[in-house]
T-cell receptor, first 113, second 108 residues
Framework: EAGVTQSPTHLIKTRGQQATLRCSPI?????VYWYQQALGLGLQFLLWYDEGEERNRGNFPPRFSGRQFPNYSSELNVNALELEDSALYLC????????????FGSGTQLSVL | GQSLEQPSEVTAVEGAIVQINCTYQTSGFYGLSWYQQHDGGAPTFLSY????GLEETGRFSSFLSRSDSYGYLLLQELQMKDSASYFCAVNRDDKIIFGKGTRLHILP
């Protein structure tokens, strides 16, 4: 069974550009979570999608947005990139919205120059 | 507010036992989870405590005390491959939030 897959593995952008990150959950999982992991700051909650709907978002500006598609895959969009957006972006999926066990992908390393 | 406090680093010797603590300043959550993350790798789920008490899974055990707002992860018979970062996490207000992680260093 394939795990959570994220693409691209690495992404280099310049300040002001837009970045799109993609995530495919484990087959059968309906919930997708996005986290930002900057050096030394742990995992910061960004967004939670379940059954195609945004269920919650963390304390990030509106230029961080995303969506979940009918096949439960998801994408995270970051507009007007800033230098401090450089981080590892992790996607996780769970079987249902109430499931505590998250399965993480290997992440997308975003570098903003 | 919601915050989870963990020590930033812990050092232990191979073969020994180590305890990683997690204290929280939040209420009304459903339970405490633990994740392991090796350098360059993805976090992987270790355990979940829905109720107070000790949960054992092989060499790893996890404990929760809601009355003390406290939990810990216990690693026994430490192996070099256990060198990693360990995160506690809670589900509160429809978001799963993580502590900043504890970096475990293991000495031979």
């Amino acid at each position: 069974e394939a795990g959570v897959t994220q693409s691209p593995t690495h992404l280099i952008k310049t300040r002001g550009q837009q970045a799109t990150l993609r995530c495919s959950p484990i087959s059968g999982h309906t919930s997708v979570y996005w986290y930002q992991q900057a050096l030394g700051l742990g995992l910061q909650f960004l967004l939670w999608y379940d059954e195609g709907e945004e269920r919650n978002r963390g304390n990030f500006p509106p230029r961080f947005s995303g969506r979940q598609f009918p096949n439960y895959s998801s994408e995270l969009n970051v507009n007007a990139l800033e230098l401090e957006d450089s981080a590892l972006y992790l996607c996780a999926s769970s079987l249902t919205g109430g499931d505590e066990k998250l399965f993480f992908g290997s992440g997308t390393q975003l570098s903003v120059l | 507010g919601q915050s989870l406090e963990q020590p930033s680093e812990v050092t232990a010797v191979e073969g020994a036992i180590v305890q990683i603590n997690c204290t929280y300043q939040t209420s009304g959550f459903y339970g405490l989870s633990w994740y392991q993350q090796h350098d360059g790798g993805a976090p992987t789920f270790l355990s979940y405590n829905a109720l107070d008490g000790l949960e054992e899974t092989g060499r790893f055990s996890s404990f929760l005390s809601r009355s003390d707002s406290y939990g810990y992860l216990l690693l026994q018979e430490l192996q070099m491959k256990d060198s990693a970062s360990y995160f506690c996490a809670v589900n509160r207000d429809d978001k799963i939030i993580f502590g900043k992680g504890t970096r475990l260093h293991i000495l031979p």
